[in-house]
């Protein structure tokens, strides 16, 4: 495609076309996790596609970015849950820095929720209870440990795949040492309510010592 064209396509494309949900900063409640329960269940209500999927930014020892698309696991009142290996590139990332920011987009809603913090390894009886608890192709993927490797040819993907249903099938409780499973406590939450006239509504919500200090940002 030329760039011509992809500036075309660009320009046809619309965004904030609505109808958008609505949100009145005067009514928020005083937690922000109360808040993004009600407009996670409001984003799972308008069907919105994958609703649970974040993006988790995370840093290297030279302070460059990485960010990519995880399933959010749970919340809980200390905050969000993510699994993934702790060998993987963003597993070294949060083991020399545990600065973390995740990303929801409801886009038919024209909401964002950014999330600021700090991650932190579950125990090991925990990442092991969610090892188990996922399904059969999810514990098979999980199991060869190099995530984020080179990796030679695409056949091997199957080769060790077949391999690790094996060793599945031959003992189901089977966990490998690097499954992590990952709590983000957060520092910040900040829920932005877009606008077809780009009157954006912006809240941030700031962890203080007893509880959270509220304020409206500029769009
Ligand atoms: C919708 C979606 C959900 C995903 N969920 C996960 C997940 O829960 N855990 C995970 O390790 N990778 C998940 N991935 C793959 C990650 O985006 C990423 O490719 C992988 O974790 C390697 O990242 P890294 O090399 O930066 O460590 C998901 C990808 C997509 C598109």
Known sequence: MS?????????????FAGPLGTFDPGTAPEDPLELFRTWFAEAVAAGVNEPHAMTVATVDTEGVP????????????????????TTSAKGHDLARNANVALLF?????????????????AD????????????????????????SEPL????????VAEESRERLTADPDLVPEDWGLYLVRPSEVEFWQGDPDRRHTRLRYDREDTGW???LLWP
């Open 3 to 15: 760039a011509e064209s992809m500036r075309d396509l660009l320009r046809g494309l619309t965004v």
């Open 66 to 85: 990485s960010a990519r698309i995880l399933i959010m696991k749970d919340l809980t009142p200390e905050g969000w849950w993510f699994a993934t290996t």
């Open 105 to 121: 987009f409801w886009g038919p809603q024209g909401r964002q929720v950014r999330v600021r913090g700090r991650a932190e390894l």
């Open 124 to 147: 090991a009886e925990s990442r092991a209870a969610d090892f188990r608890h996922r399904p059969l192709e999810g514990r098979v993927a999980g199991l060869h440990g190099r995530q």
């Open 152 to 159: 030679a040819a695409l056949s091997e993907v199957h080769r």
């Open 213 to 215: 200090r509220r304020g």
